[in-house]
């Protein structure tokens, strides 16, 4: 789960990592107020969406006056905000962050996450600043520090030091680090963070390390052990047809294809919107039904999926195995009965229960074209795509 | 022979008495494989279907001479029963629960690996050493005894490609999910170093997916110590980068875990790698031709 930059720096001031001053508003009018508050100059005007690239879009403002600050805030708010994380739709802004502008001396990369191969977290720092950490990593390697974490036994100081000397700071400047380091980590590990990340940290002319931009990137199976995060959770930044899914336990990820699929078991749903392009066509979006899915399910997720209008035809795999064939039949049967279907759906049903899958949607009267196997589910979807032209 | 479970592997299912452990557990003894003990808490001295049910693991242990364990426990409470198993003796730990915090999963990890015990999992189908023994929810029935040796990070993926071999006359000696999470035990690697020294086995199949650089591993690996052919099916080629596809682990982060770099590691491994799903079983029928003619 993401969060938004205001939310991250709050939690992060919880841990004894300095942000700017500074807070996050829906109105021009208490933006003003806010950069009242703050009462000097510069301030930043933010714009608060979950993706990265929002300067180069116009997100970010520097004014100099709580006048222009209240202006900046007026034009943003409620503006459509593409960057190159965003895809061409972009997202509105909702929220703006109203902050002290920091004079910077240098930028330095600091983020925490999990080393899969490792299985433990590891902490990752560069001189770099500003820049995303990919780039620097396929780039120039030899620029960033990592210091890996023993999970038993924590961060210890010497690794804040090797981090910091690591990067060739000044022995004050690597004191000054020392809180932040630990800071950031004990947040990471706390929250149950696969991600916290802060980009830039700046060095400051006065000789300060201040947090100019945070994020955090939660994990969903840890967040119930966290309420407060899962509070968080902004569905506005979300995709609708995805949230509706989310209601249902579904797994949706809506793409840009004209064939819609429902599967059950993630790496099956993958390979079938794989099989889906080798046929010529484009897979219309990801859906899981999963493992233990209901015949209420399977009509909820049949609804969602057909509810994107670039859908020309609709292909079901599903390999039965604690899920039974007819259990997925009936759900399909009772979805298209309420929902006006005018494209093919090709089912292809194959493990457990397949003979009483397959006999409930022969006997529905309803028009499903059946696929003996997935070779041949995927030619008669490419049949169908290129009849409906 | 097959590798990890067989027919005398003695198993102990965490969490007997749930829905899902109670189903798996028939599920699993009617397949033949040998279920000795239960244990959930505070049930101790109950019997289930004739199994007995024991308080922890380390009586179940002493009791049933149990030596391996299937955890079918709800995410908050699987990392304990994982300790637990490993801290009871037990080498094999087939942990079937999908949703464990990935940070609970950096802690078991390193417990397991100090007291030597095998994780296979977690978020798991299970193992299956088909006509042996059955650890997992998979179906039974699809599965036939025979020679080739499967690993993968999905399950009805793997059900697919099993279905596939079987309805081909090809059976297979150990099936393998190695589980769809960031953190996993076994990996690739383990199980390639154990099939290529299993006698029964003749060839593998890898079933990979995007996320992660586990498959780019194995490539290395097969590189230089596999001589046995290898076939590999990467899912994802269209998964959109910065998305997390059903699995937690499945996620192209920062451009990197794509199913086309996979691919290429592993082609240039020697690896045969199958861009269509439906065609794994007709590439293993040819590879296996080719080694017997």
Known sequence: MKIHEYQAKEILK??????PKGRATETPGEARRIAEEIGRKPIVVKAQIHAGGRGKGGGVQVVNSPEE?????????????ITHQTGPAGRIVRKVLIEEGVDIKEEVYLGVVVDRSRACPVIMASREGGMEIEKVAAESPEK??????????????????KIGYGLGLEPAQVGKMRNIVFGLFKAFYEKDCLLAEVNPLVLTKGGDFIALDAKMNFDDNGLFRHKEIAALRDLNEEAPLEVEAS?????????DGNVGCMVNGAGLAMATMDIIKVTGAEPANFLDVGGGATV???KNGFKILMSDPGIKVVFINIFGGILRCDTLAKGVTEAVREVNVNVPVVVRLEGTNVEEGRKVLNESGLNFTVAIGMKDGAEKVAEAVKTKG | MSILVDEKTRVVVQGITGNEGLFHTRQMVEYGTKVVAGMTPGKGGQKVDGIPVFNTVLEAVKETNTNASAIFVPPAFAADAMMEAADSGIRIIVCLTEGIPTLDMVMVQEYLKERGATLVGPNTPGIISPGKCKIGVMAGYIHKQGTVGIMSRSGTLTYEVVDQLTKKGIGQSTCVGIGGDQIIGLDYVDLLAFFEKDPETEAMIMIGEIGGTAEEEAARFIEKHVSKPVLAFIAGLTAPPGRRMGHAGAIIAGGKGTAKEKMEALGK???????????????????LKGRRS
């Open chain 1, 144 to 161: 960033i520090v990592k210091e890996w974490v023993d999970p038993s036994i924590g961060l210890k100081p010497f690794q804040v030091n």
């Open chain 2, 269 to 287: 491994a020697g690896v045969r790698v199958v861009r269509n799903p439906a065609l794994v079983g007709e590439e293993m029928e040819t590879i």
């Open chain 1, 14 to 19: 919880g841990y004894g990592v300095s942000v």
């Open chain 1, 69 to 81: 600050a209240e202006k900046a805030a007026q034009k943003m708010l409620g503006m459509t905000l």
């Open chain 1, 296 to 298: 209420e399910m399977v």
């Open chain 1, 247 to 255: 209601k249902y336990n579904l797994n949706y990820i809506k793409l």
